[in-house]
């Protein structure tokens, strides 16, 4: 069965840096493009970043653009997310999600994590 | 980029009656050449990831009761849980995909379903 781990998050300081990773398995990992999508508490979700399936191609948000660094490591079924300068606002659960077929960067998630949580606080 | 608005932003149900939970983009999110809606909806209960619902606005993901009945096209959207059942009390998104990169995908704020 699909099965997506995240972990990495932590409670660190204002302009400190945090590598989250997902583990996947369960499927073939190196046919799907994948997302970041986060969550801060008690708020909506909001859309983080895609990464394509061989990892040539990667596009963020711009509340992250300039902060984040998407990657993966097919050989590992495995990608990461790598923040960067944090903020208050960041603090979210950071959830890793598949998007729902083969051939799309972008469409619906069929499969997410658990999440990992992110606290950015003095 | 494409914003997406729910409303209401909660609604309290009877046990068996209808709900009805609105979406609207703020561009159409209908293609031609496929004729498709790239519109999905998800369900979130507490301390639980988003669950699958409906994608191409009306399609059931595998397994989803067929209570849930996802409707609309171009920029607005419901989403009808036909008969609520206990089980159905959680916060509902939309998302669009209908952006193509570099632009961003989004969510609707959710919209919050109890039981009156």
């Known amino acids: 069965q699909v099965q997506l781990v995240e972990s990495g998050g932590a409670v660190v300081q204002p302009g400190t840096s945090l590598r989250l990773s997902c583990a996947a398995s369960?499927?073939?990992?190196?046919?799907?493009?994948m997302h970041w999508v986060r969550q801060a508490p008690g708020k909506g979700l909001e859309w983080v970043a895609v990464?394509?399936?061989?990892?040539?191609?990667?596009f963020y948000a711009e509340s992250l653009k300039g902060r984040a660094i998407i990657s993966r490591d097919n050989s590992k079924n495995t990608m990461f997310l790598d923040l960067n300068s944090l903020r208050a606002e960041d603090t979210a659960l950071y959830y890793c999600?598949?998007?729902?077929?083969?051939?799309?960067?972008?469409?619906?998630?069929?499969?997410w994590g658990q999440g990992t949580p992110v606290s950015v606080s003095s | 980029d494409i914003v997406m608005t729910q409303s209401p932003d909660s609604l309290a149900v009877s046990l068996g009656e209808r709900a009805t939970i609105n979406c609207k983009s703020s561009?159409?999110?209908?293609?031609?050449?496929?004729?498709?809606?790239?519109l999905a909806w998800y369900q979130q209960k507490p301390g639980q990831p988003p669950k699958l619902l409906i994608y191409?606005?009306?399609i059931r993901e595998s397994g989803v009761p067929d209570r849930f009945i996802g409707s609309g096209s171009e920029t607005d959207f419901t989403l009808s849980i036909t008969s609520l059942q206990a089980e159905d009390v959680a916060i509902y998104y939309c998302?669009?995909?209908?952006?193509?990169?570099?632009?961003?995908?989004?969510f609707g704020g959710g919209t919050k379903v109890e039981l009156k």
């Open positions: 999600a598949r998007v729902g077929f083969v051939s799309s960067w972008f469409a619906w998630f069929d499969y």
């Open positions: 369960g499927f073939i990992f190196s046919d799907y493009a």
């Open positions: 990464i394509s399936y061989d990892g040539t191609n990667k």
């Open positions: 561009q159409s999110v209908f293609r031609s050449f496929n004729q498709k809606n790239y």
């Open positions: 191409w606005a009306s």
């Open positions: 998302q669009q995909y209908s952006t193509a990169p570099p632009g961003a995908l989004s």
